[in-house]
């Protein structure tokens, strides 16, 4: 039996999104750039696509744009920021994903911008008060980039606190939300967010697929120049299956959202309740009422820490030790290192989709029993 316990990495595709793409591999092949009937279809299935999207999240299809994921829009929102904006500072956290960690140190290091990290409380979660502090502070243009939720620990930001900040101090808001989205609802006329990141993949998507939301008060340009697609903000030609299937496999979260929070939730905390009740000495990185989707489990410090995630992949069991780039390694969690109450435990994420089975938690379960004495 293999188990898949990384769906914080990746989802399988959607069977149903596969049928929605197929037309789009097979005939409706067209540049949607072209204006002859081949063109038009495929343009306009596009178009089609995009108003579904900005649909669910009560939004403009003029401030959708489709990118090849999450990294591309994060970079998007805050490069872009710095250079057509006036931003020359940005608040962040040290916890974020590499694709906003990265990206903020560039624009530091080139000289752009200030950067501030906001403090953190032990369990991951923001200290808005020092926000705050941080915000009136200021007297440059600020950009606040905060995840949603974060990929490791799921620990989960409060949105509308965030966002009523950032409005009070006149700033701009990113928000990572490539771990939330198609796992929780976001009313972006509520709340006011002036980027939001998504990649298709974390939600049954296909991979190669994400898309920018861009506040309509935000007049950005370009990142990447060369073509007049995506209304002249993202040149090349569009991904068109992976564009359908995004769509597809969003319908489909936003249209069992309950069902499928109430299911997968079932699991991790069975999960939970298991594994507290047959492994000594466990503890978790993650709180109950963060990301549904998420379990990261602190292990007891062992000798043979480093092997954990290879022995869990030997006994068949998919996890990981932080986010996807360390899948299969316990090397090099940013997140894990800042929490840092244990340093020599042992990190692992289990993620969980609607595809899973109670079948699968009690084998996985069973596996671990057999290994952790054995690690110990
Ligand atoms: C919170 C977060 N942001 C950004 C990304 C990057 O997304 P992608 O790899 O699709 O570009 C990930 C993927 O792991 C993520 O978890």
Do not use: W
Request: charged fraction near 20%; glycine fraction near 8%; charge should be negative.
């Amino acid at each position: 039996m293999r188990v898949y316990l990384d769906n914080a990495a990746t989802t399988p595709l959607d069977p149903e999104v596969l049928e929605a793409m197929l037309p789009y591999l097979h005939n409706h092949f067209g540049n949607p750039s072209s204006i002859h009937y081949f063109g038009r279809e495929t343009r306009a299935a596009i178009e089609r696509a995009r108003k579904q999207v900005a649909s669910l999240f009560n939004v403009s299809p003029g401030e959708i744009f489709f990118t090849s994921g999450g990294t591309e829009a994060n970079n998007m929102a805050l490069q872009c920021s710095v250079r057509d904006l006036g931003v020359k500072h940005i608040i962040t956290s040290p916890i974020e994903h590499h694709a906003v960690t990265h990206t903020v140190e560039a624009l530091e290091k080139e000289g752009k911008i200030k950067l501030s990290f906001v403090k953190l409380h032990a369990d991951g979660s923001v200290d808005y008060e020092d926000l705050e502090r941080l915000l009136a502070a200021t007297q440059e243009k600020t950009l606040v980039s905060l995840m949603h939720a974060n990929n490791e620990i799921g620990i989960l930001l409060d949105i509308e606190r965030v966002s009523a900040l950032v409005q009070t101090y006149q700033a701009y808001f990113h928000c990572d939300t490539v771990q939330t989205i198609g796992h929780y609802k976001l009313d972006l006329k509520k709340i006011k967010i002036h980027f939001i990141s998504c990649a298709g993949h974390k939600f049954h998507g296909p991979k190669g697929t994400g898309f920018i939301y861009v506040n309509s008060e935000a007049h950005i340009k370009p990142l990447i120049h060369g073509g007049a697609q995506e209304r002249n903000m993202r040149a090349g030609t569009e991904n068109l299956y992976g564009i359908i299937g995004l769509a597809k496999a969003l319908e489909i979260c936003y249209s069992h959202l309950e069902e499928h929070e109430a299911y997968i939730r079932t699991l991790r905390d069975y999960m939970k309740q298991k594994i507290s009740e047959e492994i000594p000495g466990i503890g978790f990185n993650s709180q109950d009422d963060g990301l549904y989707t998420v379990l990261n489990v602190k292990f007891p410090p062992n000798p043979k820490s480093e092997l954990f995630l290879f022995n869990l992949d030997i006994a068949g069991i998919a996890a990981s030790g932080g986010s996807a780039c360390s899948s299969g390694s316990n090397v090099g969690s940013h997140v894990i290192a800042h929490l840092n109450n244990e340093p020599d435990s042992v990190a692992v994420r289990f993620s969980f989709s609607k595809f899973n089975t109670k079948e699968e938690i009690d084998f996985v379960v069973e596996k671990l029993k057999e290994m952790v004495p054995v690690v110990v």
